[in-house]
Structures are given as C-alpha cells and as structure tokens.
T-cell receptor
Framework: DAGVTQSPTHLIKTRGQQVTLRCSPK?????VSWYQQALGQGPQFIFQ???????QRGNFPDRFSGHQFPNYSSELNVNALLLGDSALYLC????????????FGPGTRLTVT | DQQVKQNSPSLSVQEGRISILNCDYT??????FLWYKKYPAEGPTFLIS?????DKNEDGRFTVFLNKSAKHLSLHIVPSQPGDSAVYFC??????????FGTGTRLQVFP
C-alpha cells in the first residue's frame, strides 16, 4: 500500500524564482493538504484540495497556489520566492470529511538563496 | 497567535518509565485533537486522537487525556521504549478541515 509520496526531496532556488512541488496521496485518499514547516516550528496549514478545488486556505499570500488533478495528485506552486520561504513543505492526504486524520509524506526541503 | 502550545521543547525519560507530553490550547472551538510523531527525514505519523466529547482515549502503550476546562491535553507513553525517541506534535481542529499544530516536544528515551 503506497503511502504519500512527494517530489523532489530537496530543492535549491534563488530569490524571485518560481517553484513547483508535487504530491501523490495515499491510495484511496481523495483530499490533499499542504503544510509549511519552518525550522523549529510545527507545520502550518497552507491550503487543502478536494475534487480539484481549493476547499480551505490558511494565512498564506497569493504567491502560494495549488492544483489538484483528477487522479487526486496535487501540486504546490510558489512564485516570487523569498528567503523566508525556505522550509520543509509537507503534503498530507485524507479521505472524506472531516479530514482530521491526515497521512503525511516525507516532505520537500526547499532552500531559497 | 499560537493557538496550540507545547511549552516543553524537550523531554528525557529512562526506558521503561512513563513519558508525559503536554499540550495547551486557547481556542474553545477546537473539538478534535491529535498527536503525531516525527522522525528525522520523515513526515509526521499519526499516533492517537481524541474527540472533545471524551476525556480519555487509549491505544496500547499510548493514552491521551483531555481536560476541556483547563484547555489541556497530555499524551502518556507507558512503558517508554528507545524507539519512541522522536519529536511529538500536538494538533487541533475546530470544525474546519485544517489542523493547527504546536511547536513540538523532542522526546529522548535512554537505556
């Protein structure tokens, strides 16, 4: 049973660039949530996708956008990267509502220089 | 505005003894609480949860206690094992689909 997978594992970008991170949910799951985890902090909710639409959003600027595909996989896009965007980006999947019990992938470590 | 707080950044416990991890919250609208465990280079792993209609939930060596009047929950691990060494996150949800996480407590279980 494949769990949540994310790609790439690590990424280094320059300020002002754009980045796309990818996530495949656990088999059978239909909902994908994205979180940002800065060093020494807990994960912070970015947004959640269900039925290819953004269902809920956290306190992140419009530079953060996403997409969900018909096979439930998802992308997180960040434009105009800032140094402060350096973090571990976690994808979590779940089934149905409420989506309390979320299963996390290993994350993508983004470094902005 | 930190709605979920884990005030102890680290905890060290001897193997076989009880580990108690604490979490406080400020939002009275939270109605579901979860604990996640995180090893280095891995994503958080769901451990145990509790609904606000209960005050205790047990799963093997792990028990979560909820005190709604004090807005406090705790995770008890008995007996603690070296493999339990990890960062533990408390998370809460309040009728929405997002989880609010604390900053984590690093548990070290030594022989």
């Amino acid at each position: 049973d494949a769990g949540v997978t994310q790609s790439p594992t690590h990424l280094i970008k320059t300020r002002g660039q754009q980045v796309t991170l990818r996530c495949s949910p656990k088999s059978g799951h239909d909902t994908v949530s994205w979180y940002q985890q800065a060093l020494g902090q807990g994960p912070q909710f970015i947004f959640q996708y269900y039925e290819e639409e953004e269902r809920q959003r956290g306190n992140f600027p419009d530079r953060f956008s996403g997409h969900q595909f018909p096979n439930y996989s998802s992308e997180l896009n960040v434009n105009a990267l800032l140094l402060g965007d350096s973090a571990l980006y976690l994808c979590a999947s779940s089934l149905g509502r409420p989506t309390y019990e979320q299963y996390f992938g290993p994350g993508t470590r983004l470094t902005v220089t | 505005d930190q709605q979920v707080k884990q005030n102890s950044p680290s905890l060290s416990v001897q193997e076989g003894r009880i580990s108690i991890l604490n979490c406080d919250y400020t939002n009275s609208m939270f109605d579901y609480f979860l604990w996640y465990k995180k090893y280095p280079a891995e994503g958080p792993t769901f451990l145990i949860s509790i609904s606000s209609i209960k005050d205790k939930n047990e799963d093997g060596r792990f028990t979560v206690f909820l005190n709604k009047s004090a807005k406090h929950l705790s995770l008890h691990i008995v007996p603690s094992q070296p493999g339990d060494s990890a960062v533990y996150f408390c998370a809460a949800s309040g009728g929405t689909d997002k989880l609010i996480f604390g900053t984590g407590t690093r548990l070290q279980v030594f022989p």
